[in-house]
């Protein structure tokens, strides 16, 4: 059974970092597309930055251009979302997502397979 674990989130200050991790298990997402999506209270759920299954395709959304760097290791079977220069709006529960067999970046949660179960980032002003 494929499982994904978000972790690393927590509470931090306006201009601080966390580093998020997706942790795999049940299946080498070595052939995957790992993709972060975010979602605030009372909004739909957002695409934040994917990466192809080599790390030789990467997208980022607009708002975190220049702050937020993703990249997976795939002897660990894990994929990571280094968050710099944090700001309130980027207060959500992150989640990790794999689009099993395809090298395609996708921003449409609904070609995504399997889900973590979220992890809190908290920015205080």
């Known amino acids: 059974q494929v499982q994904l674990v978000e972790s690393g989130g927590g509470l931090v200050q306006a201009g601080g970092s966390l580093r998020l991790s997706c942790a795999a298990s049940?299946?080498?997402?070595?052939?995957?597309?790992i993709t972060w999506f975010r979602q605030a209270p009372g909004k739909e759920r957002e695409f934040v930055a994917a990466?192809?299954?080599?790390?030789?395709?990467?997208s980022y959304r607009d708002f975190v251009k220049g702050r937020f760097t993703i990249a997976r290791d795939n002897a660990k079977n894990t994929v990571y979302l280094q968050m710099n220069s944090l700001k309130p709006e980027d207060t959500a529960v992150y989640y990790c997502?794999?689009?099993?067999?395809?090298?395609?970046?996708?921003?449409?949660?609904?070609?995504?397979?399997?889900w973590g179960r979220g992890t809190q980032v908290t920015v205080s002003s």
């Open positions: 997502a794999a689009r099993i067999g395809s090298s395609l970046l996708s921003a449409s949660p609904s070609n995504y397979n399997y």
């Open positions: 049940g299946r080498t997402f070595g052939s995957d597309t």
């Open positions: 990466i192809s299954p080599s790390g030789g395709t990467i």
